[in-house]
């Protein structure tokens, strides 16, 4: 089975453009995690997307939004790009089961930003 | 959400064992410990999960105190492919996969 795959791997922004990063999860996989990973705040989980609706969401401002697809895979965007935004976003998919604190995740290699 | 608490670096020499701790003095009863690692330039990959009983797989075996607020990740023979971010994080049934990752432990395996 293929892994998740993210695209593009590396972006170059400036600051106040807007970003559109891809997911497309391990195949039969439902559920679309999204995190950022920067030097100074580690990893950090920024939404979850579950049959095409948004189910967790983590603390980050509105300029940051995504969307799920019927095949499950999943967008995410960044408006109004800041410097603070640089960093390794990274996607992870998992095949839910009764107990979502069992489902095991499974991350993409990710998309580096960075905001010039 | 409940917290862990893991030392900054280890170092282990190759076909050593080593025994990376983590601490979650506030874990809830339903709460279980994950263990993920990150290899450089690549993303986290799952290592080993449990509840309340220690675990063994191939990968590694994770030992859950007693009370559950301290457990321990063992490799048994760490290679220099081990050589990674060590992340232990609790997952709360009710919060699906809102994964809270710490610091995380970095792993040095000295040939």
């Known amino acids: 089975k293929a892994g998740v795959t993210q695209t593009p791997r590396y972006l170059i922004k400036t600051r106040g453009q807007q970003v559109t990063l891809s997911c497309s999860p391990i195949?039969?996989?439902?559920?679309v995690s999204w995190y950022q990973q920067t030097p100074g705040q580690g990893l950090q989980f920024l939404f979850e997307?579950?049959?095409?609706?948004?189910?967790n969401k983590g603390n980050f401002p509105g300029r940051f939004s995504g969307r799920q697809f019927s095949n499950s895979r999943s967008e995410m965007n960044v408006s109004t790009l800041e410097l603070g935004d640089s960093a390794l976003y990274l996607c992870?998919?998992?095949?839910?089961?009764?107990?979502?604190?069992?489902?095991?995740?499974?991350f993409g290699p990710g998309t580096r930003l960075l905001v010039l | 959400d409940a917290k862990t608490t893991q030392p900054n670096s280890m170092e282990s020499n190759e076909e050593e064992p080593v025994h990376l701790p983590c601490n979650h003095s506030?874990?809830?009863?339903?709460?279980?410990i994950h263990w993920y690692r990150q290899l450089p330039s690549q993303g986290p990959e799952y290592v080993i999960h449990g509840l309340t009983s220690n675990v063994n797989n191939r990968m590694a075996s994770l030992a859950i105190a007693e009370d559950r607020k301290s457990s321990t990740l063992i490799l048994h023979r760490a290679t220099l492919r081990d050589a990674a971010v060590y992340y232990c994080?609790?997952?709360?049934?009710?919060?699906?996969?809102?994964?809270?990752f710490g610091a995380g432990t970095r792993l040095t395996v000295k040939p």
């Open positions: 997307y579950f049959s095409e609706t948004q189910r």
């Open positions: 994080i609790l997952r709360d049934s009710y919060n699906n996969n809102d994964m809270r």
């Open positions: 195949s039969g996989h439902r559920s």
């Open positions: 506030t874990i809830s009863g339903t709460d279980y």
């Open positions: 992870a998919s998992s095949l839910p089961n009764s107990g979502g604190a069992q489902e095991t995740q499974y």
